[in-house]
């Protein structure tokens, strides 16, 4: 896969450039004593971002549609054979994620499927590293990684009772009924879920690959469906071309893909056209075939003809390990290779470009503005000190009178900024209150009482109801509070441009609307799950208890990010005022001492003129290096690869401290 892999490379590339003009132009603001807190910490959460670089390609299907094929002919060709266990029939049992964490070696970490008897999701279970089994993995040897590998795919034989304690059988339903042998056995994953740490060239670049089983798993284990499918950045919907679409496909395709919003990082891949080629019929015949079924597929899941791409995932694997050109051109795999690279590294680029140009324009214009009060303070208090050139002590004592006076006169404006600031806390806390954990906690505790305590059916849908009802008010409760904070903030600083003619950009837009967006899709999703079943069994009622247990770790997540965010944005909202107001407060203070310095003859004027004159010079020499640092890391960011060569601009900061800052203005 030679594609993306440049593709990637040229990604990594692209974000260590723009991260590295991120961090210049962090030095840069530091080393010249403008990084304020809170712009400090915005940069590091933007560097943060551009640190974290996971890609993850989901492939999702009813079994045996070739998933695990697909993704050993796109990306394990090179190994010359198989690596991932594909074959007739059930293959892959337990979700199963490919990556690669250079801190630990190559593994495959498993957890077991009787972890699904107790409380908490795989995600609860990903930070005790007690409970995954860990098996070694040779990557010298391709036997041997073709053996591990196999664990994905290990069943165990269990009581129908136990695997009713995992949730995994429900008597009542017919379908299920027949999985049961003469012995009231039945056959199960041995893994609830598997993580291969492996360090393919790819998965080193950053890259996840999640192979999925089929429906049963997928119905069973809400956390593909709320969490890991939404959460990735393109997902590869297979179909077999010998079955077309069946009720099956359909379900899948509602249960998961169907519930993660916008489709627009999901392609349809209609596998196995190798079905179709017959060798009584003409090329033109067969690719009429080909259309068709891509026709239908399209119309069948309201999915552009463009997104659809019919292949053969076999014959594309044995065309690359045979090195056979005709054949590979005729399993069609390149085209679906080129469009997973359009779809997977361009949207992570775009999204990361975006939150990070937003960030440097926000400081470089907040700094800008403090570097420009500054500069307008010098301007007057040199056009004030050449002013009084040749004049006598008289005028330098009204002068001095009047610098005191609009000194004391400031102060006002400092008192506005702490009267500011008590109501943003006020309003703030309210902000917060709905978002805490403790919040939700007393909804989730008492939806599971009620869940608990319900005998019928309709009682019970209603509690799950109530409870998604409950935690979207909170939000929106805490979004109508981010409003107010937004129409204070926006009032102070029209006080500030009235008195005193400053323009400030207005806050960051803010809002809560995308948690609310999850939460909406996580009751999407438990409807279309529970939605059209209209009496529960016992069993039934136990699936959707562990379905509600995923529903409040999201909702946990949610509301933390939510928290955390809003507290994020709340803090950055006067700390460009405060700047403005300290920045404008000393250099009042200080030209009322220097006034006074001249009038005692302790210092010449033509010598506060000079230091004035060097001090100016020094704020402009500033503002042009904020121009060059913002436009480095600016056109770093819309550089599309890293590919282009950099500019020729000269980075390095200066060695020794500017001499504005021993002048003290
Ligand atoms: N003819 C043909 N068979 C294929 C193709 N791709 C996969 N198969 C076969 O289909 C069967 C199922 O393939 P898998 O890769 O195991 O399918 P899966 O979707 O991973 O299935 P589960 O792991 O059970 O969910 C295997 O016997 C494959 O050899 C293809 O392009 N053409
Ligand atoms: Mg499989």
Redesign the pocket.
């Known amino acids: 896969m030679a594609q993306l892999a440049s593709s990637f490379q040229e990604y990594s590339a692209w974000r260590d450039a723009l991260a590295n003009s991120v961090v210049q132009l962090r030095r840069w603001l530091e080393h010249t004593q403008l990084l304020e807190g809170d712009a400090a910490r915005r940069l590091d959460v933007a560097l943060d971002r551009l640190g974290e670089d996971k890609l993850v390609i989901a492939?999702v299907?009813?079994?045996?549609?070739?998933?695990?094929?697909?993704i050993?002919a796109i990306f394990f060709a090179d190994y010359g054979r198989r690596i991932?266990?594909?074959?007739?029939?059930?293959?892959?049992?337990c979700p199963t994620e490919l990556m690669y964490d250079e801190s630990l070696p190559p593994c495959i970490r498993a957890l077991p499927i009787e972890t699904r008897a107790r409380f908490g999701t795989t995600a609860d279970f990903k930070k005790a590293t007690a409970e995954w089994r860990v098996f070694p993995v040779d990557t010298d040897s391709p036997d041997g990684m073709l053996q591990a590998f196999k664990l994905v795919?290990e069943t165990v034989r269990v009581s129908a009772d136990e695997a009713r304690m995992y949730g995994l059988y429900d008597p009542e339903d017919k379908d299920q009924a027949v999985a049961v042998d003469k012995q009231g056995m039945i056959e199960i994953s041995r893994w609830r879920h598997a993580v291969i740490n492996f360090p393919h060239p790819l998965l080193k670049q950053g890259l996840v690959i999640l192979?999925?089983?089929?429906l049963n798993a997928i119905g069973t284990e809400p956390e593909l469906t709320l969490s890991l499918v939404p959460s990735s950045h393109a997902v590869l919907f297979?179909l077999?071309a010998?079955t077309g679409v069946t009720k099956s496909d359909l379900d899948v395709w509602r249960h998961i893909v169907g519930d993660s919003g916008g489709a627009s990082n999901h392609i349809a891949v209609l596998?196995?056209?190798?079905?179709l080629w017959d060798a009584l019929k003409s090329e033109a015949e067969i690719e009429a075939e080909v259309n068709k079924q891509v026709r239908s597929v399209s119309g069948t899941l309201g999915l552009d003809p463009s997104r659809v791409f019919p292949?053969?995932?076999?014959?594309?694997l044995v065309a690359k390990v045979t090195d056979d050109q005709r054949l590979l051109r005729l399993?069609r795999l390149p085209s679906l290779e080129s469009a997973l690279v359009d779809l997977l590294v361009p949207a992570k680029q775009r999204i990361v470009r975006e939150q990070t140009v937003a960030v440097i324009e926000r400081i470089s214009s907040e700094v800008r503005q403090a570097l420009a009060t500054r500069e307008r303070g010098l301007i007057e208090q040199l056009y004030e000190l050449r002013a009084l050139q040749g004049k006598n002590q008289s005028s330098v004592e009204r002068m001095l009178i009047r610098a005191q006076t609009e000194q004391r006169d400031f102060e006002e404006n400092v008192r506005k900024i702490v009267a500011a600031r008590v109501v943003l806390a006020r309003l703030a806390n309210e902000a917060y209150a709905p978002l805490r954990l403790d919040s939700l906690r007393a909804r989730v505790l008492e939806a599971r009482e009620r869940m608990r305590k319900v005998r019928l059916t309709p009682q019970f849908f209603a509690a799950v109801k109530d409870y998604f009802a409950q935690v979207r008010d909170l939000v929106r409760h805490s979004n109508a509070k981010l409003l107010e904070i937004e129409q204070m903030v926006l009032g102070v600083q029209r006080r500030f441009a009235e008195d005193l003619g400053w323009s400030l950009s207005p806050p960051m837009p803010f809002a809560l609307d995308t948690y609310l967006a999850e939460l909406e899709r996580a009751e999407a999703a438990y409807k279309n799950h529970f939605g059209a079943l209209a009496v529960l069994t016992r069993d039934k009622w136990a699936l959707i208890e562990r379905f509600f247990d995923t529903v409040v770790s999201k909702s946990r997540e949610v509301f933390a990010a939510a928290e955390r965010d809003t507290e994020a944005w709340v803090r950055s909202l006067l700390p460009p005022i405060e700047v403005q107001v300290r920045e404008q407060r000393a250099q009042l203070k200080k030209r009322a001492e220097s006034v006074a310095r001249i009038r005692d003859a302790q210092e010449s004027l033509d010598a506060r003129i000079g230091e004035l004159e060097e001090a100016l010079e020094d704020v402009q020499q500033r503002l042009d290096e904020l121009k060059k640092f913002a436009g480095l890391a600016r056109g770093s960011a819309t550089r599309e690869g890293a590919s282009s060569p950099r500019p020729a601009v000269e980075t390095d900061l200066p060695a020794d401290l500017p001499a504005y800052l021993r002048v003290e203005i």
């Open positions: 492939f299907a009813e079994f045996s549609r070739g998933k695990s094929e697909l050993n991932l266990p594909s074959s007739a029939g059930r293959t892959t049992m795919a192979d999925t089983p089929g297979v077999a010998d596998n196995k056209i190798d079905g292949v053969s995932a076999q014959k594309g399993s």
